[in-house]
């Protein structure tokens, strides 16, 4: 089985994450970039999906040039190799033409199944996986909290508020993880010697057959018109108990819906 | 505080990495409540193994991480920073496998380092005795050889992983003068006694470990018979390194707390930081630290480069755990009575700090090597 994990490099949600002033953009370079950290659970499955039943496990992150540390950790945990997207002209890009800069590397590489975390720690849109499966013209298996493949036959459960869905579909597919499927492995120190042998291929959008026109900041169907820090955490609401604090906050829960 | 390293390759970045993720979810974590319960976590050793981190000075032929010293030392300063008695106990493993490594022949190596280096078992070091410790040549640990090999007999004392370990390197007296031995754990006769009950470092079990007319093979005794007590100081300087490092990460650790309380804490209006006698108390911290730091690296860098390098082996040693003894007692300090009590961890970074000062050579003896070779009048 052709497995393709997409993997995407965030800003470490331990540091201060900021946006550019100039184009409204992430700041790269303000935070430390690791690995997103559902998309350690898609490639564990990948990896999983593999050793049970043969195949191959593609690493492919769309990012800058230092997105290759997110790539070497992902070879290191012992996937096979790796496709970087990375080209100036997709700085900006929002969801939809990230998806569609995504789908074109896809097709290229080839695959049978396509694994990724179900959102990211950055933009956290969550609709990847539906925008993908969508240009790639196959199945959409998403927020899977287990996988199981028999043949070219996929079934997942689909978490859900009342507990979970069968979902099944034919192969090719595409399928997003969320973390309750797997505990994902630590590297090794032999996973990450491997690695330094492991084929990384970079293609610009060029070699992706991407128009230049459709992706970055310019194609953006969303704009981000203006950002502000988030406002300093107001003074709680204090419930009075007089005789019917239970009732209050209660009613309080239930307004922010925790209950 | 993420320490700002220089390491000499990607891949030893990535292995720095690794080993902090391992330490933030899967060492630090526990500490304290094992050390409380006295709880050895062999299973943590058994995660490094797997990780390939219990043989990474060692050749990759049998099973190593062909890494320099440079880059190990960091390794385990960085487990201890997280908790003293894994990195003390990688420190330990990684000496026990040392004389096997470098004086066994061609076959020992073939035959026991790739199990040894894997991951799946543990080693400890048999060298003191009860009323041997300093003067190591005074031990009566005594090997009989016969046709057939030797039977030895002794007791053996403070050995760190005594009871729980997989396999022994054993010193022991000989027809012809000290000489060196691999003994597995299951060899019949040995036995352990119980563990010691220690001022800190409680999850790391220290015992007696007995040969009571224990057999051993030829293929057991590892070099030349005779040769025991050099191969026993060749692989104490590369142990020496190894506290050092150890004590390094755990000052780190004890600086880390009490610089975070520092800032935070608020008396007669200000942080108690920018009251000159804390503040300073806190930049002789930082700078014993790093000093300890680069003259272990230095001396790392020597023997990575093959050159001679005990002496500084040993001042490294000395340094670096009388700085951690310092620093870990100023920390207490700094948290005044928070720091004396178990909620916080430095009043136990201090009593784990203690025993840098003892083992692998107590801080006198180190003065000793170092006086010698000052008294030689050779290279330092």
Known sequence: MNIVVCVKQVPDTATERKLRSDDKTLDRDAADGVVNELDEYAVEEALRLKEAHGGEVTVLTMGPAKATDTIRKALAMGADKAVHLSDDALHGSDALSTSYAMAQALKKIGFDLVILGSESTDARTGVLAAMLAERLGAPQLTLARKVEVDGSAIVIERITDYGYDKVEATLPAVVSVVEKINEPRYPSFKGIMAAKKKPVETLGIADASVDASAVGLAAAYSEVAEFSAAPPRAAGTVVKDEGDGGAKAADFLASKKFI | ?380
């Open chain 2, 1 to 380: 505080m993420t320490v700002d390293r220089i390491l000499p390759t990607p891949e030893s970045r990535d292995l720095i990495e690794l080993v902090r993720e391992l330490v933030a979810k899967e060492v630090a974590p526990r500490a304290a409540a094992d050390e409380a319960a006295g709880r050895f976590p062999r299973e943590l050793f058994t995660l490094l193994g797997s990780s390939g981190l219990l043989g990474l000075p060692y050749p990759e032929e049998h099973g190593g991480g062909a890494q320099p010293y440079e880059v190990y030392l960091q390794v385990i300063e960085e487990l201890a920073a997280g908790w003293l008695a894994v990195g003390l106990g990688l420190s330990v493993h990684t000496l026990s496998c040392f004389p096997v490594a470098a004086y066994g022949d061609e076959e020992q190596r073939a035959a026991l380092l790739p199990a040894m280096l894997g991951g799946e078992l543990l080693g400890a070091y048999c060298l003191s005795e009860p009323q041997s410790g300093s003067d190591a040549a005074a031990m009566t640990t005594r090997a009989v050889a016969d046709e057939a090999g030797f039977t030895v007999d002794g007791v053996k004392a403070w050995t760190t992983h005594g009871g729980v370990a997989d396999f022994y390197t054993l010193i022991a007296r000989t027809g012809q003068g000290i000489s060196c031995f691999h003994v597995p754990a299951t060899a019949e006769g040995l036995s352990f006694g119980a563990r010691e009950k220690k001022m800190g470092m409680r999850s790391s079990p220290t015992a007696q470990v007995r040969f009571d007319a224990v057999r051993l093979g030829r293929d057991a005794l590892v070099g030349a018979e005779g040769e025991g007590f050099r191969i026993a100081m060749a692989a104490l300087d590369g142990g020496r390194l190894g506290i050092a490092a150890c004590a390094v990460g755990l000052a780190q650790a004890a600086f880390d707390a009490a610089s975070a309380y520092a800032r935070e804490r608020r008396q007669f209006g200000s942080r108690i930081v920018d009251f000159q006698g804390v503040g300073f108390m806190l930049a002789d911290m930082a700078t014993s630290i790093e000093a300890a730091r680069a003259l272990y690296l230095s001396a790392a860098r020597l023997r990575d480069a093959g050159r001679p390098y005990g002496t500084r082996a040993a001042m490294a040693k000395l340094f670096a755990t009388d700085a951690c003894m310092k620093v870990t007692t100023d920390a207490v300090q700094v948290l005044g009575g928070y720091g004396y009590v178990e909620e916080f961890p430095v009043e136990r970074y201090m009593r784990e700090a203690k025993v840098l000062q003892i083992v692998e050579g107590t801080n006198q003896i180190q003065r000793l090597v170092i006086g010698r070779a000052v008294g030689k009048g050779t290279d330092l």
